[in-house]
């Protein structure tokens, strides 16, 4: 099986916001491979910014290897594996940049992304940037943050109303760069025609809630690009504290043999 057989509209935005004076986020994908990646960049003297973007760039390039058409045919790709070991090695990287140069001492980012294959979807996720599937007109949170609030949601220590309130939010536990380990959370599930999958940093998730998302996207259908846009004005409007990025990612046809995808080119979208 080579390449994507699923046909795919995706439409990415990444803004500086209202606050900060650069942006750390980086988006990117891969059409052709049904690849889609969002990292949230941290670290002083724009280090974030050289994190996220090194992460997407090298997840990129090690997937856009190991799924080369001749490896494919082999039909002997663990893709789970390879989703697992890209991320691993872009943890590596950021590691080793930050230790040659003493500008980038501390730098790190959160990670998530997609990889759709036939008639479903690898996600993967570090960190607290997230991944939501709109279907049937509702809302779905598809990854769980890994931030410190969240594990006590986890442990009945708050509601999840008492979190998002919660002065400590944006305390995060997992994040490439910080340690010679990473556990990436990596699983696999089924997608359907009109799904839409949207992948987002805290600076969206922060400022506007899950009805809010979900409205927005029911009443943009079939139009992601606005949709995408209406949010990062959303989040803007509401302080736009934090670099906002989202990623919109629609299922648009049945799944067939010929693999058509929109867009066709790769896109690789740095920070501002």
């Not at 099986?1 to 209202?18: A, H, P």
């Not at 960049?41 to 280090?47: E, K, Q, R, T, V």
């Not at 040659?100 to 479903?120: D, I, Q, W, Y």
């Not at 990025?245 to 067939?256: D, G, H, Q, R």
């Amino acid at each position: 099986m080579i390449g994507s057989e699923v046909k795919l509209t995706i439409n990415g935005i990444s803004d500086v916001g209202r606050v900060r004076e650069g942006n750390e986020d980086s988006i990117a994908w891969d059409a052709r491979l049904g690849l889609i990646m969002l990292a949230d960049g941290m670290g002083g003297h724009n280090a974030g910014e050289v994190a996220s973007a090194l992460a997407v760039e090298t997840i990129k390039s090690a997937l856009q290897d190991v799924l080369a058409p001749e490896i494919q045919a082999a039909d002997i790709i663990d893709y789970h594996d390879a989703v697992r070991e890209a991320v691993t090695f872009a943890n590596q990287e950021i590691l080793e940049q930050a230790q040659m140069k003493p500008e980038c001492a501390g730098m790190g980012t959160t990670l998530v992304m997609g990889l759709f294959r036939s008639n479903t979807v690898i996600l993967a996720h570090v960190g607290d940037s997230r991944i939501y599937r709109y279907r049937h007109g509702g809302l779905e949170q598809m990854t769980s943050d890994h931030s410190l609030v969240q594990e006590m949601v986890d442990n009945g220590y708050l509601s999840q109303e008492e979190a998002q309130q919660s002065a400590s939010k944006n305390l995060i536990t997992r994040a490439l760069g910080i340690a010679q380990e990473v556990e990436v959370d990596v699983r696999e599930i089924p997608v359907q025609r009109d799904d839409i999958f949207l992948m987002c940093s805290d600076g969206l998730s922060d400022l506007v809630n899950d009805q809010d998302i979900g409205n927005v996207i029911s009443e943009a259908i079939p139009n992601t690009q606005l949709a995408a846009q209406e949010l990062v004005n959303l989040a803007n409007q509401r302080g736009g504290t934090d670099n906002i990025s989202v990623i919109l990612v629609s299922m648009i046809e049945a799944f067939s043999d010929d693999r058509g995808l929109e867009p066709s080119t790769d896109n690789l979208v740095q920070p501002e």
